[in-house]
């Protein structure tokens, strides 16, 4: 029976995690070339990616090593730019059932990346961390694959079809977040705040430098907090109240 | 030299792995207050929403493509809802933009 279930969650995952592999490979790509310009050799450039899965973070570390700076640098850019994994975390642990075995919540917690959050904290009812290891077994080699090629090979996809693919996680974000949008009011208001504070954000910033990460953590403590305090979901179920 | 980029990566991916793991850990029981649990169940919209906009229209060779990429996978993804045909159809469009555009 649970064993059933559990093949049935990581199929799902599979399924829904070859997007997310697709667009990771494009992206990684890039980050690869990147790691090939500072002199990273392939084997540590796709390390990196299977060690971290996070794009931002990546090209952030990448940037310390270049530098050469100290260790203590590293960490505190880390911690700036993959705050947001915190709250994804968070989020997550609403999901998972109480009773989930610690060793998947680690294992669970090593694929919380922006893509695999997004179908996992958004699946109907609880979440089978069988759903995250299947997308996770699509997605991450697409990620270190992509890192390892980008870094062997240089600048060899055609400049139209990295244009192209480059929206691919951008349209994995629209796919989850339109359709509950679609169905719900609220939801379709915070997405349309945030996009449009986003903005404001955006162009505050180039007068004044905010990094991407911290503009994320902030403007979803305040948007959610927010959101949260005018409607709060309904006691006991499910968010859908219409 | 390959001693210290073996160290950069494991403390860079220390941090970022203690980020994720901590509250899957360590919080194991539903959170009860109600203001809490809309927030976390919010959370994902507004950071999905502000990863993507405005940093997608910036992502492809033109901001022209790109608009027009997002704009379409709006509306399949409104329309239909299928992660795959989203992805699919804002991608198609970009390229078929920049073929006559660029």
């Keep these: 029976m649970k064993h059933k279930e559990n093949k049935k969650w990581f199929l799902l995952g599979l399924k829904h995690g070859i997007p997310i592999g697709i667009g990771y490979f494009a992206v990684a790509f890039t980050l690869g070339i990147t790691a090939k310009n500072i002199g990273l050799t392939p084997g540590q450039a796709a390390a990196a990616s299977f060690l971290m899965h996070a794009s931002a973070g990546e090209f952030a570390a990448f940037k310390v090593i270049a530098a050469n700076a100290g260790y203590v640098e590293m960490v505190l850019q880390e911690l700036i730019i993959n705050l947001r994994y915190l709250l994804m975390s968070c989020a997550l642990t609403q999901k998972v059932p109480e009773k989930t075995n610690p060793v998947h919540r680690f294992l669970v917690s090593y694929f919380i990346t922006d893509e695999i959050f997004g179908i996992s904290s958004t699946v109907e009812g609880d979440l089978n961390p069988f759903y995250n290891y299947g997308a996770a077994c699509v997605a991450s080699p697409g990620w270190v694959l992509g890192t390892f090629l980008g870094a062997l090979t240089g600048n060899i996809l055609p400049a139209n079809v990295a244009s192209a693919l480059n929206l691919a996680l951008y349209g994995m974000f629209i796919a989850i977040i339109i359709p509950p949008a679609r169905k719900n009011r609220v939801i379709a208001a915070i997405v349309l705040v945030s996009m449009l504070a986003s903005s404001l954000f955006a162009w505050v910033a180039t007068f004044i430098p905010v990094s991407s990460g911290l503009r994320i953590i902030l403007l979803t403590v305040l948007i959610a907090g927010i959101a949260a305090w005018l409607h709060p979901i309904e006691e006991g179920g499910e968010k859908d109240e219409e | ?102």
């Design chain 2, 1 to 102: 030299m390959k001693n210290s980029i073996l160290i950069y990566l494991l403390v860079a991916a220390g941090v970022t792995y203690l980020i994720r793991a901590l509250p899957m850990t360590l919080i194991r029981k539903n959170i009860k207050s109600r203001f809490i649990r809309s927030f976390l169940c919010y959370v994902p919209y507004v950071t999905l929403a502000v990863m993507t906009f405005p940093a997608v229209l910036f992502e492809t060779a033109s901001i022209v493509s790109a608009a027009a990429g997002f704009c379409v996978a709006v509306l399949i993804a409104y329309l239909d809802g299928n992660l795959f045909k989203v992805v699919l159809g804002g991608c198609s469009v970009v390229f078929l933009v920049e073929l006559f555009l660029v």
